[in-house]
């Protein structure tokens, strides 16, 4: 299984929680710029 298809999967259709619990491990903010995320400090 592809990790990348896999994370794109759960953020299209994934309950809040599993996108909630992907997206845990990452520090500061996530921001979305243009059609991008990115993360803020």
Same mark, same amino acid.
């Given at each position: 299984m592809d990790i990348c298809k896999y994370a794109k999967y759960l953020l299209e259709n994934g309950? /809040?929680?599993e996108k909630r619990e992907l997206l845990s491990p990452l520090k500061g903010r996530i921001v979305l710029k243009e059609r991008k995320?990115? /993360?803020e400090s």
């Open positions: 309950t /809040l929680p995320i990115a /993360l």
